[in-house]
């Protein structure tokens, strides 16, 4: 299953509504788009002062991650295996 299916999926696990997985120092959040079967997605990491920093957002279509204008986002191996583990747990 790919991240973006797996972002879609556990949208609907949740009847819809908005998703926050925390895992250690990283927080994920799902919300669902209105216009779309999709998620919009943010990946925050705390940094050691305890602020919140943007690590990667976006959204899903067409079974794809995308970012903010749309573009095709090739994430490392490391950084969709990190998604994948995140997703397993919610």
């Known amino acids: 299953m790919t991240v973006a299916k ?5 949208l609907q696990a949740h ?3 908005p998703v926050a997985i925390v895992e250690g120092l990283e927080r ?3 919300v669902p788009l209105t216009s779309q079967l999709g998620a919009g ?4 990491r705390q940094e050691p002062g ?3 920093s943007v690590v ?3 959204h899903t279509a067409d079974g794809e991650l995308r970012g903010s204008e749309d573009e095709p986002l090739q994430l490392p ?3 969709e295996q990190r998604l994948e583990a995140m997703l397993a747990g919610a």
Not at 6 to 10: A, E, I, Q, S, W
Not at 41 to 44: I, Q, S, Y
Request: hydrophobic share 45%.
């Open 6 to 10: 797996h972002m879609v999926d556990t």
């Open 41 to 44: 997605f943010t990946l925050w």
């Open 50 to 52: 305890g602020q919140w």
């Open 56 to 58: 990667l957002s976006g």
């Open 77 to 79: 191996r490391e950084a």
């Open 28 to 30: 994920l959040e799902l």
């Open 15 to 17: 009847d819809w509504h």
